[in-house]
């Protein structure tokens, strides 16, 4: 059995470790320095000098879900072209870049009927239009 | 060295996050703590050596399904709604005495069997010599344009049904607005 | 096979004789320990290096306003008002802390912490030199665009933390705008990696040189299509004008960070600086040849041949003109990033909507298709190339 090399991945860790460092350190020298005198109304929410009515965590409107739902399926769809993408150039030295090419298409073509349905549909509008079917 | 330490790490990570996202009551939280778990995982997806699905669990999970999580919450207005439409300010804890027994049964015996699924793995344990990291992304690639191309294509469809279904169960109902 | 900053250090004499020195120290672990050294020397140059442009990228934004509306902009703080950054910092470090008593604390505190945490991760491997990489990723791109994601998470988080009804905007346009944009970025990624053959960003800039015309972005014109589509894309991830409907100043105050004050602030600008600065530099590595200059290697030959210098020193000296190659190209576009913010108006959200998905997602997806053919078509031939044979036939008629 043998174990990876990870070594690679330990900028990642001392970065993001950096970044804890960076965020809390900056914050704790600061509390030594800054001053601190709360009140009632410093801490209530800006809302042009009005008092805020209500709490802003309201019912938010469906079309940023629907936005975040084709986001995700694109998401998908890149992560499995990455890999075929990185082997086209080698497939093609060898002389296989057309069943690649072909494969490639058929996948992309696929995807980009489901767009223009979406799209004729009326589904990639922002501000949607409530007719009436007559 | 620094292996064990990423393993330990991405463990914890994903043990700790999961936990939390059991324990939170607030809802927006448990989604940050279950983005804490999925980057736990990736984590611990690096340190099998598979760097390709490390970074499209980041990619997929921890940017996308994290996201859409947080705006699904928002559809309900976030975490303000601690009282539900009943009335009631809790929810009472779901199952019995009968249940809670046969969860314990089922989960004695699934750890049986998985712990007789490792067991070869576990005695096969010899020395340990570091490798360089192959790049997984090249095999996965042949794979996907040779043996496995109709998973490919066919996961396209998938897709195509899935974006479809996102269009239409998200369109406005015509009869409300009469 | 993944190189790393440590490979290039290992190069020379110096590091096996303190590998055997600190093998009398550590043992069997003195390998692990000097790499772990050299890494967290060099992320904390980079992080300081990184610091310091954010901190000069709120400088040069101002100045360069000011000369466009004919102000003068900073001038009091150090020579030409250089220093100001630091004066802003140091303000920041001085500001009272307020967290708004209705907000979500925990989540408040955490948003800033997690932008910081995804754009400082993605530093890992930005391509500034071959040697001052710090870690060539075997799916570096690809690492690159799954970190940046954190962002849009940390940016949302900050809005829905306040309980503020401009935050709460300002969060969810932020983070459906970066989320959407995502995916032409993407695609235009996966252009490059199509013609380079790679994910790693080694691959992609040994695939170009220095000069322009084996530049990626002169490749096909598909691929230079792609790259003003990635242009306008990352500006959009970035919340740069004229994508800045998040912070829109003139709708909804501050956007996300309303109710931050002082040093959290301080956190939200600096990830937007440096992550601008990332972008741009991915700019540079995918289309503009990254850190190749011209004659490349040549140069580092020719020193070493006819000067007769030692051959690390050489390779040092090309090194630093990597790096200066690269900081050029990163901070020419860096330039245009600011430039277009003061040029041109903000867009409304359904104009935002209808710019990703009508325009950048169908003529991005149009591009990969269209390289794909052109890569099949030419045997992955470049334009010049093709160019110089037809022109050579023509001369032998």
Request: charged content about 10%; some cysteine; glycine content about 10%.
């Given at each position: 059995?043998?174990?990876?090399?990870?070594?690679?991945?330990?900028?990642?860790?001392?970065?993001?470790?950096?970044?804890?460092?960076?965020?809390?350190?900056?914050?704790?020298?600061?509390?030594?320095?800054?001053?601190?005198?709360?009140?009632?109304?410093?801490?209530?929410?800006?809302?042009?000098?009005?008092?805020?009515?209500?709490?802003?965590?309201?019912?938010?409107?469906?079309?940023?879900?629907?936005?975040?739902?084709?986001?995700?399926?694109?998401?998908?769809?890149?992560?499995?072209?990455?890999?075929?993408?990185?082997?086209?150039?080698?497939?093609?030295?060898?002389?296989?870049?057309?069943?690649?090419?072909?494969?490639?298409?058929?996948?992309?073509?696929?995807?980009?009927?489901?767009?223009?349905?979406?799209?004729?549909?009326?589904?990639?509008?922002?501000?949607?239009?409530?007719?009436?079917?007559? | 060295?620094?292996?064990?330490?990423?393993?330990?790490?991405?463990?914890?990570?994903?043990?700790?996050?999961?936990?939390?996202?059991?324990?939170?009551?607030?809802?927006?939280?448990?989604?940050?703590?279950?983005?804490?778990?999925?980057?736990?995982?990736?984590?611990?997806?690096?340190?099998?050596?598979?760097?390709?699905?490390?970074?499209?669990?980041?990619?997929?999970?921890?940017?996308?399904?994290?996201?859409?999580?947080?705006?699904?919450?928002?559809?309900?207005?976030?975490?303000?709604?601690?009282?539900?439409?009943?009335?009631?300010?809790?929810?009472?804890?779901?199952?019995?005495?009968?249940?809670?027994?046969?969860?314990?049964?089922?989960?004695?015996?699934?750890?049986?069997?998985?712990?007789?699924?490792?067991?070869?793995?576990?005695?096969?344990?010899?020395?340990?010599?570091?490798?360089?990291?192959?790049?997984?992304?090249?095999?996965?690639?042949?794979?996907?344009?040779?043996?496995?191309?109709?998973?490919?294509?066919?996961?396209?469809?998938?897709?195509?049904?899935?974006?479809?279904?996102?269009?239409?169960?998200?369109?406005?109902?015509?009869?409300?607005?009469? | 096979?993944?190189?790393?900053?440590?490979?290039?250090?290992?190069?020379?004499?110096?590091?096996?004789?303190?590998?055997?020195?600190?093998?009398?120290?550590?043992?069997?672990?003195?390998?692990?320990?000097?790499?772990?050294?050299?890494?967290?020397?060099?992320?904390?140059?980079?992080?300081?290096?990184?610091?310091?442009?954010?901190?000069?990228?709120?400088?040069?934004?101002?100045?360069?306003?000011?000369?466009?509306?004919?102000?003068?902009?900073?001038?009091?703080?150090?020579?030409?008002?250089?220093?100001?950054?630091?004066?802003?910092?140091?303000?920041?470090?001085?500001?009272?802390?307020?967290?708004?008593?209705?907000?979500?604390?925990?989540?408040?505190?955490?948003?800033?912490?997690?932008?910081?945490?995804?754009?400082?991760?993605?530093?890992?491997?930005?391509p500034?030199?071959?040697?001052?990489?710090?870690?060539?990723?075997?799916?570096?791109?690809?690492?690159?665009?799954?970190?940046?994601?954190?962002?849009?998470?940390?940016?949302?988080?900050?809005?829905?933390?306040?309980?503020?009804?401009?935050?709460?905007?300002?969060?969810?346009?932020?983070?459906?705008?970066?989320?959407?944009?995502?995916?032409?970025?993407?695609?235009t990624?996966?252009t490059i990696?199509?013609i380079a053959?790679?994910?790693?960003f080694?691959t992609i800039i040994h695939g170009q040189s220095g000069m322009p015309h084996k530049w990626f972005l002169f490749h096909n014109p598909f691929a230079f299509i792609s790259f003003f589509?990635y242009f306008?894309?990352?500006?959009?991830?970035?919340?740069?004008?004229?994508?800045?409907?998040?912070?829109?100043?003139?709708?909804?105050?501050?956007?996300?960070?309303?109710?931050?004050?002082?040093?959290?602030?301080?956190?939200?600008?600096?990830?937007?600086?440096?992550?601008?600065?990332?972008?741009c530099g991915v700019a540079a590595a995918l289309f503009l040849g990254g850190y190749n200059f011209p004659f490349g290697?040549?140069?580092?030959?020719?020193?070493?041949?006819?000067?007769?210098?030692?051959?690390?020193?050489?390779?040092?000296?090309?090194?630093?003109?990597e790096?200066?190659a690269f900081?050029t190209k990163t901070?020419a576009l860096?330039?245009?990033?600011?430039?277009?913010?003061?040029?041109?108006?903000?867009?409304?959200?359904?104009?935002?909507?209808?710019?990703?998905?009508?325009?950048?997602?169908?003529?991005?997806?149009?591009?990969?298709?269209?390289c794909?053919?052109?890569?099949?078509?030419?045997?992955g031939k470049p334009i010049y190339s093709?160019i110089?044979?037809?022109?050579?036939?023509?001369?032998?008629?």
């Amino acid at each position: 059995m043998s174990t990876f090399n990870l070594d690679v991945y330990m900028p990642v860790v001392i970065l993001i470790v950096l970044a804890l460092l960076f965020a809390g350190g900056a914050m704790l020298a600061g509390k030594f320095i800054r001053p601190s005198h709360p009140s009632v109304l410093k801490e209530t929410a800006y809302e042009c000098g009005e008092e805020p009515v209500g709490s802003a965590w309201a019912n938010f409107n469906v079309r940023f879900y629907v936005v975040a739902l084709i986001f995700i399926i694109f998401d998908v769809e890149s992560a499995l072209m990455f890999p075929v993408a990185s082997v086209f150039k080698h497939f093609n030295a060898i002389g296989m870049g057309g069943t690649v090419l072909v494969s490639v298409l058929s996948f992309i073509m696929v995807l980009v009927a489901g767009l223009i349905y979406c799209w004729k549909k009326g589904d990639l509008d922002w501000v949607k239009s409530f007719h009436r079917d007559n | 060295m620094f292996s064990d330490t990423l393993f330990l790490l991405s463990s914890a990570l994903t043990l700790g996050g999961a936990f939390a996202v059991l324990y939170s009551k607030n809802l927006m939280h448990s989604c940050l703590y279950l983005l804490g778990s999925l980057f736990g995982v990736a984590g611990l997806y690096a340190c099998i050596g598979a760097d390709f699905l490390a970074a499209t669990q980041l990619v997929v999970y921890a940017g996308g399904v994290v996201i859409l999580m947080l705006f699904a919450i928002m559809l309900t207005g976030g975490a303000s709604n601690k009282i539900n439409k009943f009335g009631l300010k809790k929810i009472p804890g779901m199952g019995n005495f009968s249940t809670y027994m046969i969860a314990g049964v089922s989960a004695f015996v699934a750890s049986l069997v998985v712990l007789k699924i490792i067991a070869d793995v576990l005695k096969s344990q010899g020395p340990t010599n570091l490798v360089a990291n192959e790049p997984t992304v090249f095999k996965l690639g042949v794979l996907l344009v040779t043996d496995h191309i109709l998973a490919f294509e066919i996961s396209s469809v998938l897709l195509l049904g899935a974006l479809i279904g996102a269009a239409i169960i998200s369109r406005p109902r015509r009869e409300i607005h009469d | 096979m993944d190189s790393t900053v440590v490979t290039y250090f290992s190069q020379s004499n110096e590091f096996h004789s303190i590998v055997m020195w600190l093998s009398k120290i550590f043992g069997d672990h003195a390998g692990g320990v000097l790499t772990f050294t050299i890494f967290a020397v060099v992320a904390l140059v980079i992080v300081g290096v990184m610091a310091t442009v954010g901190g000069l990228g709120t400088y040069a934004e101002r100045k360069i306003s000011a000369d466009m509306q004919m102000r003068q902009g900073p001038n009091r703080v150090g020579p030409y008002g250089i220093l100001q950054f630091l004066a802003d910092g140091v303000k920041m470090i001085l500001k009272e802390d307020i967290v708004p008593s209705n907000a979500d604390k925990f989540t408040f505190i955490l948003a800033p912490i997690l932008c910081l945490m995804g754009v400082f991760a993605t530093l890992a491997v930005v391509p500034f030199s071959s040697g001052f990489m710090l870690s060539d990723l075997n799916v570096g791109v690809f690492y690159l665009v799954g970190m940046a994601s954190l962002v849009g998470v940390g940016i949302f988080l900050g809005g829905y933390a306040s309980n503020s009804k401009w935050s709460m905007l300002g969060g969810m346009r932020g983070a459906s705008q970066i989320i959407s944009y995502e995916i032409p970025v993407t695609l235009t990624i996966l252009t490059i990696v199509l013609i380079a053959g790679g994910l790693s960003f080694g691959t992609i800039i040994h695939g170009q040189s220095g000069m322009p015309h084996k530049w990626f972005l002169f490749h096909n014109p598909f691929a230079f299509i792609s790259f003003f589509i990635y242009f306008i894309s990352s500006l959009a991830e970035t919340n740069r004008a004229p994508f800045d409907l998040p912070e829109a100043e003139s709708e909804l105050v501050s956007g996300y960070h309303t109710e931050y004050s002082g040093m959290r602030f301080g956190f939200f600008a600096l990830a937007e600086y440096i992550e601008v600065f990332v972008v741009c530099g991915v700019a540079a590595a995918l289309f503009l040849g990254g850190y190749n200059f011209p004659f490349g290697h040549s140069i580092e030959l020719a020193m070493v041949q006819k000067i007769g210098m030692n051959s690390m020193v050489a390779q040092n000296i090309s090194q630093l003109l990597e790096l200066t190659a690269f900081f050029t190209k990163t901070l020419a576009l860096y330039y245009v990033v600011i430039w277009v913010r003061w040029t041109l108006p903000r867009l409304r959200v359904d104009q935002l909507m209808t710019l990703c998905w009508k325009y950048l997602t169908p003529i991005a997806l149009f591009n990969l298709v269209g390289c794909a053919v052109w890569m099949y078509a030419f045997d992955g031939k470049p334009i010049y190339s093709l160019i110089f044979e037809t022109a050579v036939t023509a001369a032998h008629h």
